[in-house]
């Protein structure tokens, strides 16, 4: 049977991510009490059971938000505030601060606190020690590629991860990763993005004349465009009429430097970041969504493209081959190889109207498999009721 539980999602920041939002809003329409901690930079509006403990940014905010839940502490959890204030003087650089992210989460102290971002994890470790179960989120660059150049790091989660209660992974590849640096196979549970196709629904009409291709994140090594634009330079020398927008490329030097190298100027846009419905807009408009990325999870650009009958090209890379089947549901060539990237641009670009509804259509198929916004709340609320009741190294959480 269910128990409603009381949860802390945490990412530092309200609002936060599209998944994040989507489990905040779920999780409280299935009778939880989700609490909000972190500092709040946007207006945001929640539906059922959301507590928001959250301060503005700026001295006044947090010292008005310190005071608030110091008094509530000194009044009714005084032991529990010197014993959370022994420790955190013997670890913490800054302890006002500390006490200002630290105070909201003793004071209301949820069943389950659920870190989102693993670089983060060592000072929250401090939960644990009130008896709220530690849940942590796998996810990106935390995972993928920081440890790799912060060997800090790697000292930090081979300390930590053996006291985490759960791991939640976006795909089997990151969790997989994770076990690296020391989390343990029994306690991670994958559970994938998931979308209200509702929310997607589009009526898509192309202009012919010019194929466009989209890509959509900030200018990281680790997104390969680098690859993309040596690939478009492949396409200009075939005389391919083609456009390619990068957004969130805005102002990158070194994209602006190699795309005057490459003579792009008149087949490449860079755009500074715009909002979701103006992303939707532009990858429906779109021919194709290139995800030339080197290290990944499972983006959400990738499932909102399929969603909105975009064809998607990604690189062989993290979980991209756990959503999308080469040649059936999508198409996948190499990391790093825009020979193979440009030659797929090119067969994409002659295939058939029917060839390309039956591609759109097992894209829906698959997002319907296992990517619905229902089946992830469900396995989130059923990933957080087996760490509550501490059965999670009971289970394969891999299934």
């Known amino acids: 049977m269910n128990k409603k539980i009381k949860i802390a999602i945490y990412s530092g920041e309200v609002p936060s991510t599209t998944f994040i939002e989507r489990l905040i809003n779920g999780l409280s329409k299935m009778g939880h009490h989700i609490y909000i901690f972190g500092a709040q930079t946007q207006k945001v509006n929640y539906t059922g059971n959301v507590t928001l403990a959250t301060y503005k940014k700026g001295r006044i905010p947090k010292l008005l938000h310190l005071a608030k839940y110091s008094l509530l502490l000194h009044l009714f959890k ?28 003793l004071w209301h102290k949820p069943d389950i606190f659920h870190l989102q971002w693993a670089k983060g994890l060592e000072e929250w470790k401090w939960v644990l020690e009130f008896d709220m179960k530690l849940v942590l989120s796998l996810r990106g660059a935390h995972i993928n590629y920081s440890p790799i150049a912060d060997p800090e790091l790697v000292l930090m989660y081979n300390r930590c991860f053996p006291l985490v209660d759960g791991f939640h992974a976006v795909s089997k590849a990151i969790g997989k990763e994770a076990e690296t640096y020391g989390a343990s196979y029994d306690k991670i549970r994958v559970v994938y993005s998931g979308l209200k196709l509702n929310d997607f629904k589009t009526s898509k009409v192309l202009k012919i004349e010019t194929f466009q291709m989209i890509s959509i994140g900030r200018p990281h090594w680790v997104k390969g ?3 993309a634009l040596d690939a478009c330079k492949i396409l200009k020398t075939k005389n391919f009429n083609f456009k ?3 957004v969130g490329g805005s102002k990158d030097l070194e994209l602006m430097y190699q795309i005057q190298d490459l ?5 490449v846009v860079l755009m500074d970041k715009i909002s979701f419905e103006d992303v939707k807009r532009l990858v429906e408009s779109s021919h ?10 499972i983006p959400n650009v990738v499932l909102e493209a399929m969603a909105l009958g975009t064809l998607v090209l990604a690189t062989d890379c993290g979980g991209i081959d756990e959503v999308i089947s080469d040649g059936k549901n999508g198409f996948i060539v190499p990391i790093r190889d825009s020979r193979k990237m440009a030659d797929c641009i090119l067969n994409i670009s002659h295939l058939t109207k ?17 990517h619905l916004e229902n089946q992830m709340l ?22």
Request: proline content about 2%; aromatic content about 12%.
């Open 78 to 105: 005084n032991r529990e505030r010197k014993k959370l204030d022994g420790m955190l003087g013997k670890v913490s650089k800054n302890l006002l601060y500390s006490k200002v992210k630290y105070y909201p989460i």
């Open 263 to 267: 003579g792009l100027k008149d087949y």
């Open 354 to 370: 029917i060839e390309i509804s039956n591609i759109e259509k097992e894209a829906k198929k698959t997002l319907k498999k296992q």
């Open 378 to 399: 469900k396995d989130m609320n059923s990933f957080y009721q087996d760490v509550l009741n501490g059965k999670a190294e009971s289970k394969n959480l891999y299934d």
């Open 225 to 227: 465009y680098n690859y």
């Open 288 to 297: 194709l969504l290139i995800l030339p990325s080197v290290k990944e999870g």
């Open 244 to 246: 390619y927008i990068i």
